[in-house]
T-cell receptor
């Protein structure tokens, strides 16, 4: 197992387009998290899954954002009608039930032009 | 979630011990104190976690006083590759982590 994998690493899109990111967590981890990080700031929580159930969503997650984890394994984060303000690093992390820390992926850097 | 306060930045010379402080005055009984390290263009990496007193692993030591309102991350003999942002967080281990802006540590040759 090579840790948490995120694809793509970079995405440039035009404003108004839809984008989808994928996260493959560590296989035995049942918890999966999405965070967003802008320049000079710490990561901000977006949403959290335990197995396939989405248990918490941040107010940052507007109606244009949707996340899924259909089989409790990989997860996707979709942003519809992207805006320039969506430009950020999108980080995925996974953990066990009683985590001694999360394992983060390297992130997907989104640039909306 | 309990909020943490850290210095914005600090410099240290290579080979020195670096102590990074964090205040968490509103820490709850169930909260653990966790530290992460982040390099540019990478996700944060877990360093160490503790509840009270002292915790040590192969990378760092974490000192937590009895009142748990603060903590200190100690990095022994830093090298240039330890230049990174260090985040202190408190959480109960069940849900999301709340990151602040972190502490930018720069190691100088």
């Amino acid at each position: 197992d090579t840790g948490v994998s995120q694809n793509p690493r970079h995405k440039i899109t035009k404003r108004g387009q839809n984008v989808t990111f994928r996260c493959d967590p560590i296989s035995e981890h049942n918890r999966l998290y999405w965070y967003r990080q802008t320049l000079g700031q710490g990561p901000e929580f977006l949403t959290y899954f335990q197995n396939e159930a989405q248990l918490e969503k941040s107010r940052l997650l507007s109606d244009r954002f949707s996340a899924e984890r259909p089989k409790g394994s990989f997860s996707t984060l979709e942003i519809q009608r992207t805006e320039q303000g969506d430009s950020a690093m999108y980080l995925c992390a996974s953990s066990l039930q009683d985590p001694e820390g999360y394992t983060f992926g390297s992130g997907t850097r989104l640039t909306v032009v | 979630l309990a909020k943490t306060t850290q210095p914005i930045s600090m410099d240290s010379y290579e080979g020195q011990e670096v102590n990074i402080t964090c205040s968490h005055n509103n820490i709850a009984t169930n909260d653990y104190i966790t530290w992460y390290q982040q390099f540019p263009s990478q996700g944060p990496r877990f360093i160490i976690q503790g509840y009270k007193t002292k915790v040590t692993n192969e990378v760092a030591s974490l000192f937590i006083p009895a009142d748990r309102k603060s903590s200190t991350l100690s990095l022994p003999r830093v090298s240039l590759s330890d230049t990174a942002v260090y985040y202190c967080l408190v959480a109960d281990g069940n849900n999301r982590l709340a990151f602040g802006k972190g502490n930018q540590v720069v190691v100088i040759p």
